[in-house]
C-alpha cells in the first residue's frame, strides 16, 4: 500500500469521528507533502491587478491580465524555488463553483496571501474589509503572513492623494503595513532601464518584503502543523473522556440494575418460599397423590381437594413471581422464542410450566435451595433478554465502539504526523 493511500486511511479514521475538521486534514497533508517552495497566491476583487502584479514580481508574463474579468480559475507558476498562484478575483456577482472552488484552494494552500487593492478605490469595501481582517485573525493563529498592496497608484494624481489613501486605509486598518505598487511603472522602468521608475514603482521594496517572508515559511509552517495537530489531538482526546465517562456509567448502570433485580427477585422468593413452607409443612401423607376411581367422577374427594388446594397455592406463588418480573418490565418471551399460542409466551409461564400436582413439588421448586436457584437463574435469563436490558447493552456496546474509533483516530493522527 502507498504512502497516499495510508495518508487517506489515517485522514478518514479521524474524519469518522471529526468530520468538521476536513480542511484542517487538507491542509495539514499539504504542509506534509506540498513541497518545499513557500507559496505566495493573491486575493482581492476583480480588476485590481492581481494578474499583472505577479508578472511583475516574478519577472514574465506568467499570467493572464485583462480589462474584463480575466482569471477564471486557479492558475500556478513555480518560479525560481517559488510557488506562485494567481487566483480569481472576489466578486460576489461572479461567484460560480470554480471561483469557489479556486478560491479555497488559494486559501488552503497559501504560505503568503497578497491582499491586493487598487489606490483608485480609495478605502476598502465592506467584503474587502472583512476578508482582510479574516486572513490577519488567521495568520495571528497560524502564522501564515498576509500583506497588503495599494495597486495601481500611478491612477493617482499625486503623492498627496496617495497619502489621503494611505491614511483612509490606516483608519480602517489600524497599524497595517501598506506597500503601494505601479504595475505599469514597473514594466516601464525595467523596459526602458529607468532606475528611478522602477524605485517608485514600489515592486522592489515589495520584493524585499517577501524575501523575508519567505524566510519565514518553513517555521510558520511547522508552526501551523503543530497547532493544527494539537487541536485534532485535544479534541480527540475530549472525545475520548466523554466515551469513556459514558461506558462506565453505563456499566454502572448495568451491573446496579441487575443487583436490584436479584436483591428484589430474592425478597419475593423469601415471601414465597414462607407461604409456601405453610402449606406444604401439613401432617400426614400428600392426600393429593390418593388416586380417585372411575366412581369419584363427580365427586368432591380428599385427594382432589387437596390438589385444588396445592394449585392455588401455586398460582398465588406465580402471581407473586409475576407481579415483580412486570414491575421490571420483564414480560414477554423474546421474540424468536415465541410460538403461536399467544397465552404461552411469557416468561412466567415460560419458567413455571402451567401446573404443578404434589406437595413435593411445591417444595422443590419454592423451599429447596436447588429450586430456588433454578428460579433465580432462569428468571435473571429473562431479565437480561428484556428490552431495556437490551438497549442497555447496546448502548455500552455503542460507547465501546466509539472509544475503538477514537482510539483508532489518535493512532492516525500519530501515523501522519510522522513525513514521508
Ligand atoms: N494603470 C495601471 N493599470 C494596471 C496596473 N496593474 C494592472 N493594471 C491593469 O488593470 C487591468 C486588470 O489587471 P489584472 O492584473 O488582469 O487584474 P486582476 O485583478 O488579475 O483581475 P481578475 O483576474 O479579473 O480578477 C488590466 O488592464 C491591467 O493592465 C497598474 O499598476 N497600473
Ligand atoms: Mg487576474
Redesign the pocket.
Known sequence: MSGIDNRRQAENAILAVLPGRSRDLARLRILAEGGEAPVVTVV?K????????LNELLGADAFH???T???VALAERIHQGVRWMDA??LDADVGNEDDLHALRAAWLESDIRLM?HAAREGELDADELALLQELHADGEHTRRQTMFVL??V??LEDEAELENVGQGLRGQLPGIAVYPV???RHRKGATEGKRLLLEKSGIPALKLELKAAFGRVPSARAHEAGLLRNGIRVELEQRLAAHAGRLVQLRDQHARQRRDFDEGLRDVLDTVQADMLDVVNVPGPDLARLPDSAEDRFKMTAGKLERSRLQVAYSRACRAVNAYLIRQGVVELPTAQQTAAASLNTVIVAVMGISIKYRDDLRRIFCEADGRKRLRRDFAHYYEQSSDRVALVADMARAESDIASVEQALAALQAIGTKG
Open positions: 482581492g476583480y480588476n485590481h491587478g492581481k494578474s499583472r502584479l491580465v485583462a480589462d474579468r480575466a482569471t480569481p478575483g491586493v495597486s495601481q500611478d491612477q505601479s504595475s505599469t
